[in-house]
């Protein structure tokens, strides 16, 4: 008698935009603003989130990540975590190994240990940074250079560490604005020459420095704050975005890109969006 075992993708990311094969994400179960750690959720903290809303956004995603054939995982939600829909913070992907990160709020503590435990169970090579606080929103990578966003959230020891263990790449810190939450907030990375930005949240010099990269495209304050920037790339121009974001969603289709629209209007009044709520495991 034979079994059949299910093949496990290997960890591999180069980019922000290679094909997204196969996505770590959580079910918002238990959403709740309980502790303002953003701008946002300051807005949103008397009106707070409706769970159900929020989950039946969050299925519309999986579904709809699954019909452009990408493979997803789901952590079990836990009362304990209120903010662990937002995969991405909790540990990043960078050549065939997962990086754990270390959250800076309180009320985030203990999810690392949640995705720990699933790389183990999943036998996917994993790696920490030590006690150097890290958060993924603020790590963009693109090819062998990696971008990390400074803020209360990520330290520039982290970075010192990250150029340590990932010598053949070219770390640039990029200091930010951090009301603003994390780096992917403000800059994503489209494709090898195109990303979004949200100008007003950088100096003029990182700009200029990101402009010589890419053909920027400009996000304005109103759908930054609406999480315009925080969209999800999955590969042949492909982009996942909020059909409220309307200036966002022009511009990305007068450069040739695919956008596909779910309204996450619920789960981003706690302060993020696509790329918030996705880890990429594997990217090839």
């Known amino acids: 008698m034979s079994s059949y075992a299910k093949e496990i993708p290997s960890a591999w990311c180069r980019s922000e ?3 997204l094969r196969y996505v770590l994400l959580c079910p918002p179960n238990y959403m709740e603003i309980k502790e303002v750690i953003n701008d946002v959720q300051k807005r949103y903290q008397e009106e707070n989130i409706d769970a159900a809303i929020a989950m039946e956004q969050h299925r519309q995603f999986v579904k709809a990540l699954k019909e452009q054939g990408v493979e997803t995982a789901l952590l079990d939600p836990s009362k304990e975590y209120p903010e662990q829909v937002f995969t991405r913070d909790i540990g990043f992907t960078v050549g065939d190994t997962v990086f754990i990160g270390e959250m800076a709020s309180s009320i985030r503590q203990g999810e690392e240990c949640v995705l720990q435990d699933w790389l183990e169970t999943e036998q996917i090579r994993s790696t920490t940074l030590g006690s150097n606080r890290v958060e993924g929103g603020d790590v963009i990578i693109d090819g062998d250079t990696l971008y990390i966003g400074i803020s209360s959230r990520t330290s520039n ?9 990932l010598p053949n790449f070219n770390v640039i810190p ?3 604005n951090d009301k603003y939450l994390h780096l992917d907030c403000v800059f994503n990375i489209l494709s090898p020459t195109e990303a979004l930005i949200f ?7 990182t700009v200029e420095m990101l402009a010589k990269r890419y053909t920027l495209l ?3 304050a109103k759908e930054q704050f609406a999480l315009g920037t925080n969209v999800l790339s999955i590969g042949n121009r492909r982009v996942f975005s909020q059909p409220q974001n309307k200036d966002v969603n022009r511009q990305l289709k007068a450069h040739g890109f695919e956008v596909i629209e779910i309204d996450f209007s619920e789960i981003i009044k706690s302060g993020g969006a696509f790329r918030c ?3 990429p495991i594997t990217r090839k």
């Open 199 to 205: 100008e007003e949240a950088l100096d003029p010099e």
């Open 277 to 279: 709520c996705t880890m």
């Open 17 to 19: 935009y290679d094909p």
């Open 174 to 176: 990029i200091s930010f």
């Open 218 to 220: 400009s996000v304005n």
């Open 157 to 165: 020891n982290a970075v010192r560490e990250l150029q340590e263990k």
